[in-house]
């Protein structure tokens, strides 16, 4: 017993040794915590007995095989345990005697035994054992179990070898998260926060404060097309993250990358052939608590018309009333309380006495959300009185969001292994989403906001609009080797990304009411009634080409890697739009009956598609990239690993529109070449530590919406498009410290810093007359600047892990706003002055928090998640001082898993317990607001700032069953 209690002594001096600056600050609860914590040493020292424990490894890298089972046999009697996640396992109270050990693992030797005895005298026995991977060896080719690529081990081991700095998700990490999409799962990433849809679905991902045009998407490695109808970036939210193997965030690209990212490169590593067979199932439903009996999920019925009257009949036709199906608005379909769903299936294995390997995963979801909306919308034009640029509000919109989106997913592989030299693979890629969105808006104060007296303004608008989006990724992939220095690979692709939006209907009537003394209607009259059809259909392809050829002689007795190749890539994109407006005179009163209504165009011309006011906007482009890179890999001392090269990239787009012939520029051409150097440091301090220094300089390409001259109505200004607009480029520095001492646990530190040049900014400009105004994309001269801070820790004690993450992010750009001011004698002023503020989408502060408990004796995993979203600049206004903020946002989510049977469990997500709310800010006294409008917006919290919208979610629960054989 004495030996007992100087061990913990001993342990008690060394802590307090090393946390006394701790102590200082937090005196009086840590002697408690001390105190408690020795009491519990000193009892579970006394409970030691006869011990057997010990740590199961991979014999290669030294990893913990987390999960691996180990038997003791001893007597007769068999025990098992699973390794943890630190890689120990133990069994207390054991007999004096001889014993055996029996260890099993997925993916290695399986039936390792382990002989020996155990005396009185022995109370405590150390065994740590080391297995071999079992999996298939074909030269440098790997074909391992899915259970292992799908671990914290297995993306620890990726992110300490990377030769760029990089952060991953596992498969087994985002199949407990709460989250069930790509763009939610992003959130928890170091440095990634999300922009939300209207319904709170995270849609968009922002890296290191670089807004979603800065980055890019590949799925295995391969870049895909986008759907969006302007722009190249990827929405995330169409993705099921249950078909993901891993999730890499990749911040610093190598020669051998694609150079379109200057934020950072979304990586969605899919499902890759098992070495063995492997089925898993997955079943859940739930709820939100937005929907109720007294605020219903709000329904429609899609048009039938999924094609315009000029598409099916030709522009020259003449669109009547009878053309259009109005069945998105008068249809019925409120749920009280509608149930979501969402189901996967997996299922693998490898034939051909191993050679022949296939994979297919399918995902379901059909997700009820929404959100309840206030905003308090700003006139075009702010006002000099009182203070310059005062702010004047227009409307007070109270919005709801009833939101169906349904995802259907479904990728295969197939692996053929020839022999120890050649092996060829093809994926498939298949993502459909629906989205049904019914917006429902009143406007009960409108212009009355600043009236008076028994007259009320009122505005109801419903709009109902779905958007089918579609990804498909077709990539024929071979690795060759041409000899034992010499290896070849390369990828064949075919991709499509669609996105319709089939008859979006609009529907809003606007009058003015007289009121009597009790409030009672006493006469109505019709401003105006007005019904929109609208269709935009837009198609992205690639047909592209990759091959890379990759050298590994022995130079000065040292493995040197040389590496040469490139790509094509042709590219087609069109979009098509066009809007029908008509009107429903003012001689009928809107009764709740939408049949009543005598909708009409104003002139049979307005219904002919050639006069199509949206036709403008039309636009074919061809686009031919190529790039050709070397690069070069080679340890320069011992621990010093140097990566370096130099990419060229070669743009090549024309474009044509179908603008009138006085629009100059309605064809074009533009071309450009860059030169984009890198190298990349890692020196390893010890095994599992590394130092990381990189540079890399990248680009960002304008959106295909941005360079044609298109000019799309908005609601405060028209926006028309730049073909004069240039690209952007950037050169990026990075440095990190990363430490890895086992498992799932990981520190990483590291700073970036970032200097981009001809940013593309919206600026409000001429556009002929002096008062002719439009938002117009344009290069900034004053270049930016962006730089920060990233760190990362994840630690497990026993079966409870803790996980944090903060980044620090910091960026300035400086442009020219409009600026209205009172002049005793010259009366109202605008001047143009300039203004230094963030990048749009950045936030300072940015972290998560997770608690997680992890035990596979109990078969449970836990999770407690917490996102933090500093204040972001949401939106840019082209007045000074009037640029639109996002308060800082926080979630709480939670999350589990509970084993049930050996191959079955029962898990559950929970978003947004707390009923977190986005708001938006003006940073302007609020003082500016009368008293109808405070009350509809509710309490202004800081006298500095006017809140303008805000939007609550309430909370989404999802429970259902996994099977996994």
């Keep these: 017993m004495e030996q007992k209690f100087k061990i913990a002594t001993d342990l008690m001096g060394f802590l307090c040794e090393k946390l006394n600056p701790f102590f200082m600050k937090y005196n009086y609860y840590v002697h408690r915590l001390l105190l408690f914590s020795a009491l519990c040493l000193l009892f579970s020292i006394s409970s030691i007995a006869q011990t057997i424990k010990g740590k199961v490894t991979d014999s290669k890298t030294g990893e913990p095989l987390v999960g691996a089972t180990v038997n003791l046999i001893q007597s007769g009697l068999n025990k098992s345990t699973a390794v943890g996640l630190n890689g120990s396992y133990s069994f207390k109270n054991v007999k004096t005697g001889s014993y055996q050990l029996h260890i099993n693992y997925v993916g290695y030797k399986a039936a390792q035994n382990y002989d020996g005895t155990i005396s009185s005298a022995d109370e405590i026995k150390n065994v740590n054992i080391s297995m071999q991977d079992a999996s298939l060896q074909m030269a440098e080719v790997k074909v391992s179990g899915l259970a292992g690529k799908e671990s914290d081990r297995a993306v620890r081991g990726i992110e300490k070898n990377a030769p760029m700095v990089l952060n991953i998700l596992s498969a087994n990490t985002i199949q407990l998260l709460p989250d069930v999409t790509v763009a939610n799962a992003l959130q928890r990433v170091s440095g990634v926060t999300i922009q939300r849809s209207a319904s709170g679905e995270g849609r968009y991902a922002i890296i290191r404060g670089m807004d979603q045009r800065y980055n890019s998407t590949l799925v295995n490695g391969i870049k895909i097309p986008s759907p969006d109808p302007q722009y190249r970036f990827v929405p995330m939210d169409i993705f099921p993250s249950e078909m993901l193997e891993r999730l890499e965030v990749i911040k610093a690209l190598t020669p051998s990358m694609e150079g379109d990212a200057i934020g950072g490169a979304m990586n969605l590593v899919m499902k890759s052939a098992p070495s063995h067979f492997v089925l898993s199932a997955n079943v859940s439903g739930g709820f939100s608590t937005l929907f109720s009996s007294s605020r219903p999920f709000v329904g429609f019925s899609a048009s039938p018309n999924s094609k315009s009257p000029a598409a099916l009949n030709g522009n020259s036709y003449a669109a009547t009333y009878a053309d259009f199906n109005n069945k998105a608005l008068t249809s019925d379909k409120n749920i009280s309380s509608p149930f979501s769903s969402t189901a996967g299936i997996t299922i693998g294995d490898r034939f051909l006495n191993n050679k022949l390997g296939i994979i297919v995963a399918a995902s379901y979801q059909n997700i009820y959300r929404g959100s309840d909306s206030k905003q308090l919308t700003p006139n075009a034009q702010p006002s000099a009185i009182p203070l310059p640029n005062s702010p004047q509000f227009s409307d007070a919109y109270d919005r709801t969001y009833s939101t169906q989106t349904q995802r259907v997913g479904i990728h295969n592989k197939i692996d053929y292994v020839f022999n120890d030299k050649n092996r060829i693979s093809l994926y498939n890629l298949y993502i459909h989403q629906s989205e049904f969105e019914s917006r429902m808006t009143s406007d009960t104060l409108g212009l009355g906001l600043n009236s008076t007296g028994l007259s009320k303004q009122i505005t109801i608008s419903n ?475 509710g309490k202004q919290d800081i006298a500095s700032q006017t809140l303008v919208q805000s939007d609550y979610y309430k909370t989404l629960f999802l429970g259902g069953f996994r099977y996994k054989l």
């Design 463 to 937: 709009r109902s609009t779905l958007t089918q989006q579609n990804i498909y990724n077709s990539t024929l992939h071979g690795d060759h080797w041409l000899s034992n220095q010499v290896r070849f690979n390369w990828d064949g692709v075919y991709s499509v990304a669609t996105r319709h939006m089939p008859d979006r209907t609009d529907f809003s009537y606007d009058a003015n009411k007289t009121l009597n003394s009790t409030g009672g209607v006493t006469a109505e009259v019709d401003n105006n009634t007005a019904l929109t059809h609208h269709w935009e259909n837009n198609r992205d392809r690639d047909l592209s080409g990759f091959a890379n050829l990759i050298y590994t002689p022995k130079i000065a007795g040292k493995d040197v890697e040389f590496s040469a190749g490139g790509l094509y890539r042709h590219k087609v994109r069109d979009a098509d739009y066009i809007t029908y407006n008509l009107t429903g005179g003012k001689s009928t009163l809107y009764n709740n009956n939408f049949n009543t209504i005598p909708f009409a165009f104003n002139s049979a011309a307005d219904g002919i598609g050639s006069n199509n006011p949206d036709l403008q906007n039309n636009y074919h482009v061809l686009e031919n990239d190529n790039a050709e890179y070397v690069q070069v890999k080679f340890n320069l001392f011992p621990k010093l690993q140097v990566l370096g090269g130099v990419r060229v990239e070669n743009t090549d787009m024309s474009y044509a529109t179908q603008s009138p012939e006085t629009v100059t520029q309605r064809n074009g051409n533009i071309k450009y070449t860059n030169v984009l150097p890198s190298v990349h440091l890692k020196y390893e301090l010890t095994d599992n530590q590394n130092i990381r220094a990189s540079y890399f300089a990248s680009i960002s390409r304008p959106g295909f919406g941005e360079l044609v001259p298109y000019k799309v109505s908005g609601e405060y200004y028209d926006q028309v498009g730049n073909p004069l607009l240039k690209h952007i480029t950037a050169d990026n520095y990075d440095l990190r410290y990363e430490f890895f001492p086992g498992g799932a646990d990981q520190l990483l530190l590291g700073t970036f810093y970032k200097k981009i040049y001809n940013p593309i900014e919206y600026f409000v400009v001429r556009d002929g007359g002096p008062s002719s105004q439009v938002i117009k994309p344009q290069n900034d001269p004053s270049n930016a600047t962006n730089y920060g801070f990233e760190a990362l820790a994840t630690k497990f004690f026993g079966i409870v892990g803790f996980s944090l993450n903060y980044t620090y992010t910091h960026s300035r750009i400086t442009t020219n706003k409009l600026l209205y001011s009172q002049d005793a004698t010259l009366g109202l002023q605008q001047t143009n002055v300039n203004e230094t503020r963030p990048l749009q989408g950045q936030a300072d502060h940015v972290g998560n928090a997770s608690i997680l408990l992890k035990s596979a004796k109990l078969g449970l995993d836990v999770q407690l998640s917490f996102v933090y979203t500093g204040e972001r600049l949401a939106q840019v206004s082209p007045y000074y001082n009037l640029d639109f903020y996002q308060h800082a946002y926080n979630q709480l989510d939670f999350s589990f898993e509970k084993t049930l049977f050996k191959k079955l469990s029962f898990y559950g997500k929970i978003n947004n317990i707390t009923n977190a709310a986005a708001k938006i800010y003006l940073k302007f006294p609020h003082g500016s607001l009368d008293a109808k409008q405070q009350e509809f917006l």
